[in-house]
T-cell receptor, first 114, second 110 residues
Framework: DSGVTQTPKHLITATGQRVTLRCSPR?????VYWYQQSLDQGLQFLIQ???????AKGNILERFSAQQFPDLHSELNLSSLELGDSALYFC?????????????FGSGTRLTVV | LAKTTQPISMDSYEGQEVNITCSHN???????ITWYQQFPSQGPRFIIQ???TKVTNEVASLFIPADRKSSTLSLPRVSLSDTAVYYC???????????FGTGTKLQVIP
């Protein structure tokens, strides 16, 4: 157990729907990162939050949004889902907002869009 | 963001030492070389990080030449459970958009 909790572990939904993925960072970590990993692909950086504020943004689609709440948990909202959105979505956390020192990853949410 | 290049895949027999090389010709002064391991359907796990020369921990060693344009992750006496994807990254302080790339898929053969 890495200490980073992601729910749900699996999600199956239809095209056009909206889903919310949840992440609780490791205790004491203030920074949260979201990644997308499609089949046999590397991890694509989506977005980073630090202590409730957005700090870095990757190639996140406009249909996707995220936020970090005062209790530091984060949610990734995916709307108007398409088949191509099927992927593993990982959350990671770190103590500092800087990436140096490495991240701790959760076990991911596997999203299947049918 | 400086890019890294590593082999797509490698095979090794159990018990052998495995060396995975990563090229990073445009490494910046404040970049640290960082390696992650990822098993199927799991999140990546931090293995080792270094700036120059050699770093060793209980899992692996990292060799970095003086020019820092490449690095080698060394896994001693691999077992079947070391079958995974290994990612080489350059990390520095600051808000980076760190994308992991496709990594090196290591297959350990009995």
């Amino acid at each position: 157990d890495s200490g980073v909790t992601q729910t749900p572990k699996h999600l199956i939904t239809a095209t056009g729907q909206r889903v919310t993925l949840r992440c609780s960072p490791r205790s004491g970590d203030l920074s949260v990162y979201w990644y997308q990993q499609s089949l046999d692909q590397g991890l694509q950086f989506l977005i980073q939050y630090y202590n409730g504020e957005e700090r870095a943004k990757g190639n996140i689609l406009e249909r996707f949004s995220a936020q970090q709440f005062p209790d530091l948990h984060s949610e990734l909202n995916l709307s108007s889902l398409e088949l191509g959105d099927s992927a593993l979505y990982f959350c990671a956390s770190s103590v500092t907002p800087q990436s140096l020192g490495g991240y701790t990853f959760g076990s991911g949410t596997r999203l299947t869009v049918v | 963001l400086a890019k890294t290049t590593q082999p797509i895949s490698m095979d090794s027999y159990e018990g052998q030492e495995v060396n995975i090389t990563c090229s990073h010709n445009n490494i910046a002064t404040n970049d640290y070389i960082t390696w992650y391991q990822q098993f199927p359907s799991q999140g990546p796990r931090f293995i080792i990080q270094g700036y120059k020369t050699k770093v060793t921990n209980e899992v692996a060693s990292l060799f970095i030449p003086a020019d820092r344009k490449s690095s080698t992750l060394s896994l001693p006496r691999v077992s079947l459970s070391d079958t995974a994807v290994y990612y080489c990254l350059l990390l520095s302080g600051g808000y980076q958009k760190v994308t992991f790339g496709t990594g090196t898929k290591l297959q350990v053969i009995p």
